[in-house]
């Protein structure tokens, strides 16, 4: 039961302005192998931190989002 709870809520808990952002920057990476998303370029444009950038694309990765894609720093 709380397996389900989690898989329902947790993708609202993920840090939208931050996806938003990493998206963008996702769709206008060159389509390689994988597209890589610049950590410091989404860090200044959010003003989130490197490290939470970077847990949100993790996590969002695990839940079927930004598929194939690179993290630089």
Do not use: H, W
Not at 12 to 39: G, H, R
Not at 55 to 63: D, F
């Amino acid at each position: 039961m709380f397996d389900l709870i989690e898989a329902t809520v947790k993708p609202l808990m993920l840090n939208e302005k931050v996806l938003n952002v990493a998206y963008d920057l996702y769709l206008k990476a060159p389509q390689a192998q994988y597209p890589i998303i610049d950590l410091k370029v989404l860090s200044d444009r959010t003003g989130a931190s490197l490290l939470e950038c970077r847990n949100a694309i993790v996590e969002a990765n695990q839940l079927g989002r930004f598929p194939n894609c690179s993290l630089q720093v």
